[in-house]
C-alpha cells in the first residue's frame, strides 16, 4: 500500500478517492464545458469584489507581515473581538504558492492561535497530504475572520467587512498562484457574490487576477462524510490547476 492509499483508507474515502482520481476533468486539468457544467453555474467567473475603501482599510494595505499580526491581535472593530482569547491571522509560507482560506477560528483555534488545529483540520492536513502537499511548505491557511464567532456560528456581514482588509493584505503580501475557498462564507468573501457551492464546484473563479477554487469546509466533510469523493475531485482539479500556472513545475 502506498503512502496515499494510507492517507486515502485513514480519510474513509480509499478506495473510492483513487478509482475517481481528477473524475470529470481531462489530462490538462482544463475546466468542465459550459454544457457539461452543473446547474447554477455562471458561464463566466465571478469577478471578486473591489477593495475595501476608507482609511483603516488604507492603513491595513501598507502594513507589513509585523505589523498585519500586531493589528489583528488589536483589534476592536467588530463584536468578535469581546469574547475572543486570541486572534488568529494564519499560518504557513508567507511565499506560498498554495492559499487555503476558510471560515473563521473554532474552540481550538482560539486557544492555540493557529487556524485549523482541530479536527477539522485534521482532515485538512490529511486533504493536503494527499495531493503530496503539507502545512507551512509552500502553503498558507487563513481565515476570513480572525476571532471565534460565539457557538462557532457563521460570521456576520459586518463582521466580514470588518475583517476582509486583513484577508486582503494577506493575499497581497502572499501573492499566491492559487487560493482554494473552503466553504460558502470564504468563496463568498472573496468572490463579493453569493455563492452555492455544489455549483460552484469545477470552475476556475478569478480573485484580482488569481485563480480561485471552490470546495467544501472541512468541517462540513466531517459532518457530510460521502461527499469528500466530491472534495477529492476539487483537490485534483485544484493540482491541475496549479500546474497550468507560470513557473511551476
Keep these: 500500500m502506498t503512502r496515499r492509499d494510507s492517507i486515502l483508507r485513514e480519510l474513509g474515502l480509499a478506495p473510492l478517492w483513487r478509482l475517481r482520481e481528477c473524475a470529470g476533468q481531462d489530462t490538462q486539468g482544463d475546466m468542465l464545458p459550459a454544457a457539461a457544467a452543473p446547474a447554477g453555474i455562471l458561464p463566466s467567473p465571478v469577478v471578486a469584489q473591489a477593495p475595501v475603501q476608507g482609511a483603516r482599510a488604507q492603513h491595513i494595505a501598507a502594513l507589513g507581515w509585523d505589523e498585519l499580526k500586531e493589528a489583528v491581535s488589536a483589534c476592536r472593530d467588530c463584536r468578535l473581538c469581546e469574547q475572543r482569547k486570541q486572534a ?51 502553503v498558507y491557511i487563513g481565515n476570513v475572520v480572525k476571532c471565534r464567532p460565539p457557538g462557532n456560528r457563521t460570521p456576520e456581514a459586518e463582521e466580514t467587512a470588518a475583517c476582509f482588509p486583513f484577508l486582503q493584505r494577506q493575499i497581497e503580501l502572499i501573492r499566491p498562484k492559487l487560493i482554494v475557498a473552503l466553504g460558502k462564507p470564504a468563496a463568498e468573501t472573496l468572490l463579493g457574490a453569493e455563492v452555492k457551492v455544489g455549483a460552484a464546484r469545477g470552475r476556475r473563479f478569478d480573485y484580482r487576477g488569481i485563480p480561485l477554487i471552490v470546495t467544501y469546509h472541512p468541517a462540513y466533510l466531517l459532518r457530510n462524510l460521502t461527499d469528500k469523493a466530491k472534495a477529492w475531485e476539487d483537490l485534483c482539479f485544484a493540482r491541475s490547476t496549479m500546474a497550468d500556472q507560470p513557473g511551476d513545475n
Excluded at 96 to 125: C, I, N, S, T
Design 88 to 138: 488568529v491571522l494564519g499560518v504557513g509560507d508567507t511565499e506560498a504558492d498554495w492559499l487555503f482560506v476558510g471560515e473563521g477560528p473554532g474552540a481550538e483555534e482560539d486557544e492555540r492561535g493557529e487556524p485549523f488545529v482541530g479536527q477539522a483540520g485534521k482532515l485538512l492536513d490529511a486533504m493536503l497530504a494527499a495531493i503530496d502537499l503539507k502545512r507551512g511548505k509552500q
